[in-house]
């Protein structure tokens, strides 16, 4: 009760709401004037039709009865022109009272005060102790993934939410949210910014500028990541008053190219972690195909150690039987010397220096275009807009104007020569055709995706694609990294590199026993202890007390790991 003065102080300052409570007021007054010209009307025909005298109480009451369609039938017309007055005071009432004051109420009262109501229930600031938090400035695409990783790790966070209903939805979902502007000093020192670990400004560009500003003037010694959409704009960004700035379409399109084959067969880094590199190669048409992991005696020869197989978009555990295919991507971690010998093992292999496809002109594939010129391999640009195809003229080695969708113009752009095709456009129904067709064409294409929901990641595997991620997935992995301290290690979609200090329920336990690849599915790939590394431990292994653990998995899975196993 508290909040009711407040409450309808708002109904009443908000013009749109104002004026739907007068016209509901209006229509109150409408009714009730009906209500008593029916009365009167009640009173002149039992008077001068049928001759009967009743109280003005009673009128009232008779007319309420039968607008309301309850029918006492303690009072009736014995008249023909008494009974065609109830008949047209009672389908009134059903239109009036029935129909339309119920539509009305709602429409014009309820559904505001609910609104006053959720306004007045998202929190305006955090607990007073908050501290080393993350903020969120907004809640777009990238910041569910964000806030999973962020849960499952227990770091506090909050996202700024200027629309109070859409706050209070967000809260209602489990989300912890704040009400206030983006752009008010006051918004930052409510959610204590000056002690906060991290902000991300995730908005458009134009609003990030205003963002990393106010929150700069709030909070001088705070930690600031932008997003910007527009190249452009990172300069912009930066002179702010940004330490990070990320572009992430640009980068999805660099880190798609590494995944491609172009060339000749070669090693990919995709992280690091202490001294050691997170490496991935391709073993199509190389002497690897066929063996079996224990087979490439890469660890006995070279060093590095196995940690996971990718087999068309499922990363499958390393064992020492498992056989290698033509579609296998072996990942390995080891020294950076040991991963260029590997490169030099690869270098004689599966040569194809036909130029690359790139099927969408956007700002992914110019990012992709851009990279692969770069590193000097040739590559085919498709795109249907003529504008598009002339701004990237001057960039790819040749481009096709026309829909990638048409037999003709793949073929003219060499999908049949081409050793890997890039789909950048930003319609996942489409990269999902286009996989299936360009598999049909060239069943040794290795295709290499971009999609926007992840919900179209099981779709478009089964389509053919050998490789796909997604812009919420990088975004949210590269921010969670910035929020660790740590360098970007992405594996693929929804799979981590996840490092944990090993919970007390574990200590001493042997690796095969502890449970944790049977009960949670997570892989431990390497134990930290004491600077000291130990790669692909045995199932025997004892688990000693202060070890860091290198898991592969996923987010909700580590959040099953410590709701399972407890903490250190």
């Keep these: 009760m508290k909040f009711l003065p407040a409450q309808l102080a708002y109904l009443l300052s908000v013009r749109e709401t104002r004026r739907s409570v007068i016209t509901l007021a209006r229509y109150v007054g409408f009714l009730l004037l009906v209500i008593a010209a029916f ?6 025909i039992m008077d001068s039709v049928e001759d009967r005298q009743y109280s003005w109480i009673t009128g009232f009451y008779w ?5 309301t369609t309850l029918g006492f039938g303690d009072i009736t017309f014995a008249s ?3 009974r065609l007055f109830s008949i047209i005071v009672m389908l009134t009432g059903v239109v009036l009272l029935l129909i339309v004051l119920p539509f009305a109420f709602i429409r014009l009262f309820f559904a505001p005060w609910l609104e006053a109501q959720m306004r007045f229930r998202a929190p305006r600031e955090v607990p007073e102790d908050t501290a080393d938090h993350v903020i969120i400035a907004g809640w777009d695409a990238i910041a569910p993934g964000l806030v999973r990783r962020l849960r499952a790790h ?19 979902e489990g989300v912890s949210v704040i009400a206030g502007e983006v752009d008010a000093r006051e918004t930052y020192e409510h959610m204590r910014a000056a002690s906060a670990r991290l902000l991300i400004a ?3 560009d134009v609003i990030n500028t205003n963002i990393v500003l106010t929150a700069r003037e709030a909070a001088p010694d705070l930690g600031i990541v932008a997003l910007a959409d527009d190249e452009d704009s990172i300069d912009v960004l930066e002179l702010s008053g940004a330490n990070h700035v990320l572009a992430i379409k640009r980068q999805l399109g660099e880190l798609l190219v590494q995944r491609i084959n172009a060339g000749h067969a070669q090693s990919h880094v995709v992280g690091r972690f202490h001294d050691l590199l997170v490496a991935e190669f391709p073993v199509h048409n190389t002497a690897l195909v066929g063996r079996t992991i224990r087979d490439t005696r890469l660890r006995e020869v070279i060093g590095v150690n196995f940690i996971g197989v990718w087999e068309r978009g499922r990363l499958l555990p390393a064992l020492p039987d498992t056989e290698l295919t033509q579609t296998s ?3 390995v971690i080891g020294t950076p010397a040991q991963i260029e010998e590997i490169d030099a093992l690869l270098v004689i292999y599966d040569t194809n220096y036909s130029p690359a496809l790139v099927i969408g002109g956007g700002k992914v594939g110019r990012a992709a ?6 590193r000097d391999f040739p590559v085919h640009l498709v795109e249907r807009d003529p504008r598009v195809c ?5 960039i790819a080695t040749d481009v096709f104007t026309g829909d990638a969708a048409d037999r003709e113009v793949l073929e003219r752009a060499g999908i049949s020569a081409a050793p890997s095709v890039l789909l950048t456009t930003n319609d996942d129904a489409m990269n999902i055709y286009l996989a299936i067709y360009c598999r049909r064409l060239n069943p040794d294409l290795r295709i290499v995706s971009r999609i926007t929901h992840e919900r179209n990641l099981e779709a478009i595997h089964r389509a053919g694609a050998d490789f796909v991620l997604s812009y919420a997935s990088l975004g949210a992995e590269h921010l969670f990294a910035l929020v660790q301290g740590r360098e970007l290690i992405l594996l693929g979609e929804q799979i981590e590199l996840l490092s944990v200090t090993l919970p007390a329920s574990l200590v001493d336990r042997a690796l095969a026993e502890s449970g944790i690849g049977d009960q949670i599915g997570m892989n431990v790939i390497a134990i930290q202890v004491e600077g000291e590394i130990v790669a692909n431990p045995r199932g025997d292994t004892r688990l000693p007390a202060g070890a860091e653990l290198l898991m592969l998995g996923t987010a909700e899975q580590l959040e099953r790991f410590r709701k399972h196993f407890g903490s250190a």
């Design 63 to 67: 007319t309420l009865t039968v607008m």
């Design 39 to 44: 009365a009167v009307l009640f009173h002149v």
């Design 154 to 172: 227990g770091i506090a966070h909050f996202v700024i939410e200027p629309d109070p209903v859409a706050a209070a939805h967000l809260q209602a």
């Design 369 to 374: 275009v851009r990279e692969l010129r770069r």
């Design 202 to 204: 995730n908005r458009a």
């Design 80 to 82: 023909d022109t008494g």
């Design 390 to 394: 002339d701004a990237l003229r001057s």
């Design 329 to 331: 991507v072996p990942v």
